[in-house]
Structures are given as structure tokens and as C-alpha cells.
């Protein structure tokens, strides 16, 4: 007896979230062979022996029931000629009949981009914006193929992601920390709306531009459409630095929560980033024994996690006392939970702004120069690639100045 069928990967290879192939089975007296179609689905998208649940189903069950009807064709043929069916012939057969392939197809776009993420030697959170974009690139349906990266259709996935909600924002300041808890990871926040934030869209196509400049290096692709669309997708303009005012860094340390120690774990990671200037990712690899004391105070120089740029660390008083709290090992927390934790704290202490793990680092940085510091040493604080992204907190300061100034202009004239 012989039965064909359509299966799901019958090795069972392929992993969680990626696409595998879609096979004909070909059942002679128990004996099964295996032709593969040259499609390839997640396996929510294939269901009872056909495709479903995305765009283009249609036609690819069309392309599948074409595939079937040219393997029962051959099979039907070595019956006649009572010739016995040998697998390695018969995909042959159908890969010459269905479109002149002689081999198995290539990965996918996505696959390929997933498979590219080990060796780019980036942080587990930069990591995770890659796979974020592998994962958008599958859902778009527009990249299905390496011909399918032309010009056009860069612009087409830009639509397409500018249309995503806001909710699916998971890829726009994420880089700067993964999650160790399978939270998903989140930045701060950028702004809400209804639609995902203009500094994501900025972010996938970064990824995107760079994943396909070494399609072509490997000879993928023969040019980077992006070469063509040079100054399309910018960065958003930065938004006015904010910073806590040096009461409300008092009001926060000293406040204490009570009945959550969730909340009280948050809260002494805080403290921490506001005294060194730490971003999320640094913080939850902060090592204290790399630590020294030099003259009374504890001293180190490390590299930013992100650019790996040297930075020089000195623990303040309320930063010791957070580590005697905890034995020299801070808490880990992941990056989600942790701002959560903080917009609950903001409220509870009196702040006017939403606390997020980046304000810290602001906060830091203004309090430094408010206190006298130079410029440079604070970029050096900081593990700045460049001292004009320190400039950027001084033009804070002097905006905050001249403002000071027109208040007391207002009150003398009055």
C-alpha cells in the first residue's frame, strides 16, 4: 500500500520560533521517504496538512498541492513500470519538475540573521535586539527570499513596522540590557503613543543595515539596498535631558519602602545608579571586587559593557552603604521589573517625573557638573565614546542657568 501526505519536519529540527520544512511522505509498506518542498513555516502556521494562520496561505498550499500531485505522478510511474522507488530519484524528479532545483533550499532571511547573531560579538542585550529583528523580519513577510531585498521593499518593511503597536515596543532602547528572568526587555519610556516609538524604527533599521552589509561581504546579496537610500531613516531628535533635582535624590534615598522587598531592592539599585553614573547593563554586572581603596576611598577603572570604553568608578558613601546592605553582591533584577519597581517609587517619594534606570544616569551627570567637575572628567565617568555626548548634559545646565536668571529678573521687576 502507498500513501502520500504533507508533514512538519519529520527530523524534528527545527527550533522554537524558527521555520522548517514543509515534506511530502511517501508511505511504501511501512517505508517512508521524505521529499521537501522548498517551503518553509513556523509550526503554528501548519495545521492538519496545510498551511494556515499567514499571509500568502493561499498560494502556498497551491504551490504544495502541485508538489503532491508531481510526486504521485512519479510514484505512480515506477508502479507502472514496476521499477522500485528509490527516494534519491524521486526528489530529484520533483525538484527538476517543480523548478529546476537540484538541492535543498537556503535558509530563510531570518534564519540566516538568527544564525549571523553568535559571531557578531555584541552583549546579550544587543543580541536580543538582533533576534528581535529576525523576528520581524519573519512576521513582515516581505524578506522571504535574498531577491526579495531590494530597495523597494526596505521602504515597505518601514511602513510596516511604523504601523506596529506600541506594545510590541521591544526593540527600541532594549539594547542596553537583556533579561535574565525571561522578562521581556524594555528601555525607558519613550514616549507612548499608539504605534511603536520613531527611535525603534530608527533601531531596526540600524540592525537591518548592518546584517545586510555582511550578506554581502558573504555573497548573499550582491549590494546593500540601503546604500540607495542614504539619509531616509534617521535618528529622532533627542528629547530635553531630564534629571532629578539634587531635594528630590535626598527625598528618594532617604526614603525607605516598606512591605515589598521588591520595592526595596529597586529602590537600592537606584541609589547605586545615581551615585556612579552606572547604565542598567553595567549595574547588573557591577563587581565590587574590582574595587580598591586608594587613599580612603574605594577606586576602580572597568569597561562599559556596551562599548566597552574604560570608565572610572568611585564608590560614594551611599553607594558603600548599599553594599554593606547586601554583602559586596548586588541584587539582580531584570530591566522590565525594575522600572516598573521605579514608577511605583517615583509617586511614593514625590517625584514629578516618571523614574526610569536611565534618569539615574542623567541625574548623575548633572550633579557632577553642578558640583564643579570638569567636563572631561565626567565623560570619563561616564565611559563616553566622545566628550561631546557629555556636552550634552552642560547645555542642560546652562539652559537651567539662564532660566534661574529670568526668574530672578521676574521677581526684581515685579
Known amino acids: 500500500m502507498i500513501t502520500t501526505s504533507l508533514v512538519f519536519d519529520h527530523r524534528g529540527r527545527t527550533e522554537k520560533g524558527k521555520r522548517g520544512p514543509v515534506e511530502v511522505r511517501v508511505t511504501v509498506d511501512r517505508k517512508s521517504i521524505y521529499v521537501t518542498t522548498g517551503i518553509r513555516v513556523l509550526r503554528s502556521e501548519f495545521k492538519f496538512g496545510e498551511i494556515v ?70 552583549s546579550k542585550g544587543t543580541a536580543m535586539h538582533y533576534h528581535t529583528l529576525a523576528l520581524r523580519v519573519r ?73 545586510l552589509t555582511r550578506a554581502v561581504v558573504v555573497g548573499k546579496i550582491d549590494r546593500n539596498p540601503y546604500d540607495r ?33 521588591e520595592l526595596e531592592i529597586a529602590h537600592d539599585l537606584f541609589v547605586v545608579q545615581l551615585y556612579t553614573g552606572l547604565s542598567y547593563s553595567d549595574l547588573m554586572r557591577f563587581n565590587f571586587s574590582a574595587y580598591r581603596m586608594v587613599d580612603g ?69 548633572t550633579m557632577m557638573l553642578r558640583a564643579g567637575a570638569k567636563i572631561e572628567n565626567v565623560s570619563r565617568m561616564l565611559g563616553h565614546t566622545n566628550i561631546t555626548q557629555t556636552q550634552h548634559y552642560a547645555k542642560v545646565l546652562a539652559k537651567s542657568v539662564h532660566e534661574d536668571f529670568e526668574l530672578l529678573a521676574r521677581r526684581l521687576n515685579n
Open 53 to 122: 494562520n499567514r499571509a500568502g496561505a493561499k498560494e502556498l498550499n497551491e504551490q504544495l498541492a502541485t508538489i503532491v500531485g508531481i510526486v504521485e505522478g512519479e510514484v505512480a510511474k515506477c508502479l507502472k513500470e514496476r521499477r522500485a522507488l528509490n527516494g534519491a530519484e524521486l526528489r530529484k524528479k520533483v525538484w527538476d519538475l517543480a523548478g529546476g532545483e537540484s538541492q535543498e533550499p537556503t535558509e530563510s532571511v531570518a534564519d540566516w540573521i538568527d544564525g549571523q547573531i553568535p559571531t557578531l560579538g555584541v
Open 139 to 211: 512576521a513582515c513577510d516581505i524578506f522571504n527570499r535574498w531577491s526579495d531585498i531590494t530597495t523597494e521593499n526596505i521602504i515597505k518593511f518601514d511602513a510596516w513596522v511604523r504601523g506596529l503597536p506600541a506594545d510590541g515596543d521591544s526593540g527600541g532602547r532594549s539594547a542596553t540590557g537583556g533579561s535574565a528572568c525571561g522578562c521581556s526587555v524594555g528601555g525607558h519610556p519613550d514616549g507612548g503613543g499608539d504605534t511603536i516609538s520613531g527611535a525603534t524604527v530608527y533601531n531596526y533599521h540600524k540592525c537591518l543595515k548592518r546584517m
Open 229 to 261: 537610500l542614504k539619509g531616509e531613516f534617521r535618528r529622532p531628535a533627542q528629547k530635553a535631558v531630564e534629571y532629578l533635582t539634587e531635594e528630590e535624590v535626598k527625598a528618594f534615598v532617604d526614603y525607605q519602602p516598606i512591605g515589598s522587598r
Open 297 to 365: 576611598a574605594w577606586i576602580a577603572v572597568d569597561s562599559r559593557v556596551k562599548t566597552g570604553v574604560p570608565f572610572v568608578g568611585h564608590l560614594l558613601p551611599p553607594v558603600v552603604a548599599v553594599m554593606d546592605k547586601y554583602g559586596g553582591t548586588l541584587p539582580k533584577m531584570c530591566n522590565q521589573r525594575y522600572n516598573r519597581c521605579l514608577k511605583v517609587l517615583g509617586p511614593a517619594v514625590g517625584i514629578r517625573l516618571t523614574l526610569h534606570s536611565h534618569l539615574a544616569r542623567h541625574t548623575f551627570a
